[in-house]
T-cell receptor
């Protein structure tokens, strides 16, 4: 069964801390996405990656294809980073299949 | 460039009724995907359309259907509504196999 596992499910940290959220998947993928969802439901795509590492501002996403694992890092965390972070993958090689989602990591950054 | 829009934003229906939700993608995006989000199951893929053709479908009953028009706007329809269909329905658009841009969602409540 094609599965996506995220950890931790919940994370509370203090402002300024370095945050790491992990995602592992069961079989080969064509792409992995990191998404951010704020209360109210809106989803923002943070990264789409199939290899290596991407950086945008204080956010860094890495993927290890051999280990079937990805991490999302937040440096110098801020209360506005509080949100649910969701890992999602395209399992098929063609990329046309829909996304399979992890259950999300609920992040709270306290001032 | 305008983002993905979904209408209506909120909807209340009763069991047995049917509902049609609409999604207008970002201009130039030809792929539209639909997702259902519930507290119990999380985010799940419904179907994806590209150039008016359904390319892939998730594991949902036939009561869930969709279509895409020549201007890339998409609709999804749920017939014979059940209580369990209460959810946030999200659509996302992309150029083809690229980063997905999500709309704000339609929150459907079935009474």
């Amino acid at each position: 069964k094609n599965e996506v596992e995220q950890s931790p499910q919940n994370l509370t940290a203090q402002e300024g801390e370095f945050i790491t959220i992990n995602c592992s998947y069961s079989v080969g993928i064509s792409a992995l996405h990191w998404l951010q969802q704020h209360p109210g439901g809106g989803i923002v795509s943070l990264f789409m990656l199939s290899s290596g590492k991407k950086k945008h501002g204080r956010l860094i996403a890495t993927i290890n294809i051999q280990e079937k694992h990805s991490s999302l890092h937040i440096t110098a965390s801020h209360p506005r980073d509080s949100a649910v972070y969701i890992c999602a993958v395209n399992f098929s090689g063609g990329g046309a299949d829909g996304l399979t989602f992890g259950k999300g990591t609920h992040l709270i950054i306290q001032p | 460039k305008a983002g993905v829009t979904q209408t209506p934003r909120y909807l209340i229906k009763t069991r047995g009724q049917q509902v049609t939700l609409s999604c207008s993608p970002i201009s130039g995006h030809r792929s539209v995907s639909w997702y259902q989000q519930t507290p119990g199951q999380g985010l799940q893929f419904l179907f994806e359309y590209f150039s008016e053709t359904q390319r892939n479908k998730g594991n949902f009953p036939g009561r869930f259907s969709g279509r895409q028009f020549s201007n890339s706007r998409s609709e999804m329809n749920v017939s014979t509504l059940e209580l369990g269909d209460s959810a946030l329905y999200l659509c996302a658009s992309s150029i083809q196999y690229n980063e997905q841009f999500f709309g704000p969602g339609t929150r459907l409540t079935v009474l």
